[in-house]
Nanobody
Framework: QVQLVESGGGLVQAGGSLRLSCAAS????????LGWFRQAPGKEREFVAA???????????DYADSVKGRFTVSVDAAKNTIYLQMNSLKPGDTAVYYC???????????????WGQGTQVTVSS
């Protein structure tokens, strides 16, 4: 069993930055791939970024095209926490952001065995 707790959401102006955190318990970050999804009002939940341990101190990161170059996913293995650094935010990034984990993979259309409760990100124009 994995528990995920997100934090760090809030209100920011366009062009600003926010950092989201997802603290995992029950399993270490090296056990399961983890990632971020978001859901805007009236839209389906969509993949944002994922990070997977690939051995030693190496992690593989993957991003949705809409956030490449602006968002960065990272890991603090000692804290069993992943982060999503979001820069150059746009009003279109407004959504509830969810942390997710899965035994096999996290990515577009992944099943995702575990979800956090979500954190609201609002970007004003």
């Amino acid at each position: 069993q994995v528990q995920l707790v997100e934090s760090g959401g809030g209100l920011v102006q366009a062009g600003g930055s926010l950092r989201l955190s997802c603290a995992a318990s029950g399993r270490t970050i090296r056990s399961y791939p983890l990632g971020w999804f978001r859901q805007a009002p009236g839209k389906e939940r969509e993949f944002v970024a994922a990070i997977t341990w690939s051995g030693g101190n190496t992690y593989y990161a993957d991003y949705a095209d809409s956030v490449k170059g602006r968002f960065t996913v990272s890991v603090d293995a000692a804290k069993n926490t992943i982060y999503l650094q979001m820069n150059s935010l746009k009003p279109g990034d407004t959504a509830v952001y969810y942390c997710a984990a899965d035994r096999l993979r996290v990515g577009p259309h992944s099943r995702n065995d575990y979800w956090g409760q979500g954190t609201q990100v609002t970007v004003s124009s």
